[in-house]
């Protein structure tokens, strides 16, 4: 079954950068579209990226479009989340998940994701 977990989370200023990892084992991600999702205090989930199997499909939120970039590398079981120009509106907790589900990012939502890690935090302040 496939694990999921995040790592490089932490307290960045605004305007800094943040590299977020997601490590899977038990599973090849060849398998699965990937997406990152967070949750800020008080807010419900908002989905900030979304990568296909190999790539050949990309969406960003509308929030983020322009300052994150999202990757992968099957070959490493990894994905990533390169944020930069981070705003204090980016606090919140970032979840990597994957589907098998989907293999377009087109309207992905959460529910289309079966495997989820426990988050990192980011927190933006000055």
């Known amino acids: 079954q496939l694990q999921l977990v995040e790592s490089g989370g932490g307290l960045v200023q605004p305007g800094g950068s943040l590299t977020l990892s997601c490590t899977a084992s038990?599973?090849?991600?060849?398998?699965?579209?990937i997406a990152w999702f967070r949750q800020a205090p008080g807010k419900g989930r908002e989905g900030v990226s979304c990568i296909t199997q190999y790539g050949g499909s990309v969406k960003y939120g509308a929030s983020v479009q322009g300052r994150f970039t999202v990757s992968r590398d099957n070959y490493k079981n990894a994905a990533w989340l390169q944020m930069n120009s981070l705003k204090l509106e980016d606090t919140a907790i970032y979840y990597c998940?994957?589907?098998?589900?989907?293999?377009?990012?087109?309207?992905?939502?959460?529910?289309?994701?079966?495997?989820w890690g426990l988050g990192t935090q980011v927190t933006v302040s000055s």
């Open positions: 998940a994957a589907s098998s589900k989907i293999n377009r990012c087109e309207g992905y939502e959460g529910t289309d994701f079966a495997s």
């Open positions: 038990g599973s090849v991600l060849d398998y699965y579209t």
